[in-house]
């Protein structure tokens, strides 16, 4: 089986830096996308931002040019830095992955994270 954990999540004041992380562990042969998602309190899922095996990126407009995301495929970790953080990025984060997995009747699925909280306030 394959699992995602997630780290990093808390509790930051407006303008402030959080910095989340991702490891996948289990049969891994290989991981495709891996990205980040956030579920506002009331809202829907949205993703944040992700990025392919190969490191291009693809952000939210919300959130460009204050997150960066990053991986090791060495690792199978992906993080999220946050800066500038503001009251509307407050949303429970989740890691997502396309993972290959090395045998089972379907190799290739995608994964979620359990999620961890991110709350901005003064």
């Known amino acids: 089986q394959v699992q995602l954990v997630e780290s990093g999540g808390g509790l930051a004041q407006p303008g402030g830096s959080l910095r989340l992380s991702c490891a996948a562990s289990?049969?891994?042969?290989?991981?495709?996308?891996m990205g980040w998602y956030r579920q506002p309190p009331g809202k829907q899922r949205e993703l944040v931002a992700d990025?392919?095996?190969?490191?291009?990126?693809n952000y939210a407009d919300s959130v460009k040019g204050r997150f960066t995301i990053s991986r090791d495929n060495a690792k199978n970790t992906v993080n999220l830095q946050m800066n500038s953080l503001t009251p509307e990025d407050t949303a429970v984060y989740y890691c997502?992955?396309?993972?290959?997995?090395?045998?089972?009747?379907?190799?290739?699925?995608?994964?979620w994270g359990q999620g961890t909280q991110v709350t901005v306030s003064s």
């Open positions: 997502n992955a396309d993972v290959l997995k090395a045998n089972g009747p379907s190799r290739l699925n995608n994964y």
């Open positions: 289990g049969n891994i042969v290989r991981i495709y996308s």
């Open positions: 990025i392919t095996s190969g490191g291009s990126t």
